[in-house]
Structures are given as structure tokens and as C-alpha cells.
């Protein structure tokens, strides 16, 4: 019996340790980060390595945002701005175009469905010429709509709005319309309160796809008043005068909304997805 027991626990043993072990190469980098923001600079340019600073600091954060080469106040707050209106906006927008082609049946909706389908299997980067030519034709590089606006549709979203609609009661409509509701006031009033899963989830994903957008906001944003936290990060490295203790905790600190983010909406995240009928 015994013998049988490890046999049976073998397996989970090796299981549990792949994945501790998962953990620790993914956790690296974070403690790295972490570590040299903390560090004095002589510690970060010792050759012996330290796994922990003697005195750990945050001087390094008082100098980082007293620095004016970084505005990494104002970057965090560009950042802040653009991700919550994005978040918001495109919740808004992809939940109604998600109800509109689980409830909306006709060939039309089908032809939508199937082209927004379609456009996930495009790399986005292939559609940043042509955005980005329309964009600077309407005099929208360096501004706040030039940031949001072009990347507020989200074909995910909207197929995974859409899945989740298509499995909700149509009793729950079909009643409030006996009682002389409409089709927005039924969507408002009795779908979409119960939709807190799929909206937390996207939710979730847009945030930290729009916080860790780099690529979009550095073509936009070639105002220094318009950079988010990633391209005032990279600007910053990229200097002449480029103080490493300062990048690492600018780092650490860029990583923190995200963590908290995940941490907070994590179980709504996979509630929504498992809902919206994705395996």
C-alpha cells in the first residue's frame, strides 16, 4: 500500500515542483526589478552580487520623480487617463455591439460576426500604417483622441460579449418586454446588470493591454506632454543622462497598477472568460 501511495503521489510531487519551479523563472524578473530599485548605487554597480540591499531605499523614487528629464508624474498620469477612458469606452462599445449580434439574427449580423472573427487572425501591427496615416490626416497626433480613439474597437471583445449573450436567458428580455421595456432599456436594465463577469473581464484585459501599450503610443504621443510611463521609460534609457537605479524604479513602479489590477479582477477574469463559452 504503501509502495502504491508513493507511486500515486510521484506524479504530483514532480507536478507541484515543475510548476513551483515555473513560478520562481517567471518571479525572477520581478525580483530583480525590485531588488535594484531598492539599491543604493553602489550597491548596483558592486561586482558582488547582493541579494538584498543592506538599506533598502526609496530614494530612488524621490529622485525619479523629482527628475525633469523623465516627467514620470505626468507619464503616469497620460497613462492613467488613457487606459481607464480606453477600459471604459471600449467595454461600452464592444458590449453593445456584442448584443446586438447575438440578438440581432439576420445575414447581416452573421457577415459581421465572421469579419470580426476575421480581423483576429491580422497582426495588429499590420493596421498601424493605415491608422496611423488616417490619424495624422485629422491632425490627431499628440493628443488624447489620437492615444484612444483608433484603439477603442476590440474584436475580442466583442466575440466574447457576444458569446456571453448568446447563452443568457432570452426568458429574462422576453418578460421586461411584456412589461413595455424596449430593446435599449432591456440591454440596460436587465442584461447588462448581470453581465458584471464578462465586463470585469474585459475590463481587466483591455487595462492591461492599453497600460502596457507601447508601440501605438509611441508613434502618437511624440509630444513629451502626451508620453505615457512605457515610452517616458524608453526615452529616458535611451538619454545621454540615464540613471539605472532610476529606470528600475520607474519599472517597479509602472508595474504596480497591473499587479493590482490582476490581483483584484483575477477571479472575475476567469469567471468571465469561462462564461462567455471560450474553452
Do not use: K
Not at 104 to 109: D, L
Not at 142 to 156: D, E, I, K, N, T
Not at 217 to 231: K, N, S
Amino acid at each position: 500500500m504503501m509502495i502504491g501511495g508513493r507511486v500515486r503521489r510521484g506524479p504530483e510531487v514532480a507536478r507541484h515542483g515543475l510548476l513551483a519551479l515555473l513560478a520562481l523563472v517567471f518571479l525572477l524578473p520581478f525580483y530583480v526589478v525590485v531588488r535594484n530599485a531598492l539599491a543604493s548605487p553602489a550597491e548596483l554597480v558592486s561586482a558582488s552580487w547582493v541579494w538584498w540591499p543592506a538599506n533598502p531605499s526609496l530614494e530612488n523614487l524621490r529622485r525619479l520623480f523629482a527628475d525633469e528629464n523623465v516627467q514620470f508624474a505626468r507619464s503616469l498620469l497620460n497613462s492613467a487617463v488613457v487606459s481607464v477612458l480606453q477600459t471604459v469606452l471600449t467595454v461600452v462599445i464592444s458590449a453593445m455591439a456584442g448584443y446586438g449580434l447575438a440578438r440581432v439574427p439576420s445575414r447581416a449580423s452573421r457577415l459581421v460576426l465572421g469579419m470580426t472573427v476575421l480581423t483576429l487572425m491580422v497582426p495588429t501591427t499590420v493596421t498601424f500604417v493605415p491608422t496611423f496615416v488616417m490619424v495624422s490626416s485629422l491632425g490627431w497626433i499628440s493628443s488624447l483622441r489620437g492615444l484612444v480613439v483608433p484603439v477603442l474597437f476590440s474584436a475580442f471583445a466583442t466575440f466574447l460579449f457576444r458569446q456571453f449573450f448568446s447563452g443568457f436567458p432570452v426568458e429574462l428580455e422576453e418578460a421586461a418586454s411584456i412589461d413595455g421595456a424596449g430593446r435599449w432599456r432591456t440591454f440596460t436594465r436587465i442584461v447588462l446588470p448581470n453581465a458584471w463577469g464578462i465586463c470585469a473581464a474585459v475590463g481587466t484585459i483591455t487595462f492591461l493591454n492599453a497600460w502596457n501599450s507601447f508601440l501605438w503610443p509611441l508613434l502618437i504621443g511624440q509630444d513629451p506632454a502626451y508620453r505615457t510611463v512605457q515610452v517616458a521609460l524608453s526615452a529616458y534609457t535611451a538619454s545621454q543622462r540615464v540613471d539605472t537605479a532610476q529606470v528600475f524604479m520607474g519599472s517597479a513602479v509602472a508595474i504596480l497598477p497591473v499587479l493590482i489590477v490582476f490581483l483584484v479582477l483575477q477571479r472575475q477574469l476567469v469567471q468571465g472568460v469561462e462564461r462567455s463559452g471560450i474553452d
